[in-house]
């Protein structure tokens, strides 16, 4: 005779499944079964090199340089399809196409001169992240006087299956003016 919960909300009072046999009649639950099989273990990732942390850093420079010139390929170039933005004062923007209609419209308005820092680049496996600093200028494209830009960055990237590293998560915020 197999045991099985069966219903829900049966006919006992506190509202809880019902032990029955197969044949339908009450019955005490059987014992638990055992837990399923871990799946077998992923193989383990290549230790991180120093060429990681270079091509990490190399992604940064690349979108910066991109976004120095305004060339919106070169940015879609260091997103993953997948990637979220996370602005000041703004909306959460979520994959690369919505991200790149963002840039197109920043670069609408004025055009980009930065440079950033990289303070800390750690790479995990396949994974990694860079924290630094970007300063710069907004130049308007309407005449205004130039904007200073003086913000602090986490990146987070993925190394892709062909070894490139692309932009996953990108956080940033604005330092205080006496930086």
């Known amino acids: 005779m197999t045991l099985a919960l069966v219903g829900c909300g049966?006919?006992?009072?506190d509202g809880l499944p019902t032990a029955t046999s197969s044949d339908g009649a009450p019955g005490a639950a059987a014992p638990p079964a055992a837990p399923p099989a871990a799946p077998p273990a992923a193989p383990p990732a290549a230790p991180p090199t120093s060429d990681?942390?270079?091509?990490?850093?190399?992604?940064?420079?690349?979108?910066?340089a991109a976004v120095n010139a305004g060339?919106?390929?070169?940015?879609?170039?260091?997103?993953?399809?997948?990637?979220?933005?996370?602005p000041p004062d703004g909306p959460v923007v979520e994959g690369r196409e919505t991200i790149?209609?963002?840039?197109?419209?920043?670069f609408e308005r004025f055009r980009m001169e930065v440079?950033?820092?990289?303070?800390?680049?750690?790479?995990?496996?396949?994974?990694?992240?860079?924290?630094?600093?970007?300063?710069?200028?907004?130049?308007?494209?309407?005449?205004?006087?130039?904007?200073?830009?003086?913000?602090?960055?986490?990146m987070l990237l993925e190394r892709g299956p062909q070894g490139a590293w692309r932009v996953t998560h990108l956080i940033w915020s604005r330092l205080?003016?006496?930086?």
Do not use: N
């Not at 049966?10 to 009072?13: I, L, V, Y």
């Not at 790149?100 to 920043?106: K, M, S, W």
């Not at 205080?176 to 930086?179: A, G, H, M, S, T």
């Open 71 to 86: 060339d919106l390929e070169g940015v879609a170039a260091c997103y993953a399809a997948d990637a979220i933005l996370m």
């Open 52 to 64: 990681d942390a270079s091509r990490v850093r190399a992604v940064l420079d690349a979108l910066m």
């Open 115 to 154: 440079s950033s820092t990289s303070i800390e680049v750690a790479v995990m496996g396949g994974r990694a992240y860079d924290r630094g600093e970007t300063q710069g200028w907004f130049h308007w494209h309407d005449g205004r006087p130039p904007a200073r830009l003086s913000d602090k960055y986490l």
């Open 10 to 13: 049966g006919d006992r009072p």
């Open 100 to 106: 790149l209609d963002r840039y197109r419209a920043g």
């Open 176 to 179: 205080p003016e006496e930086f």
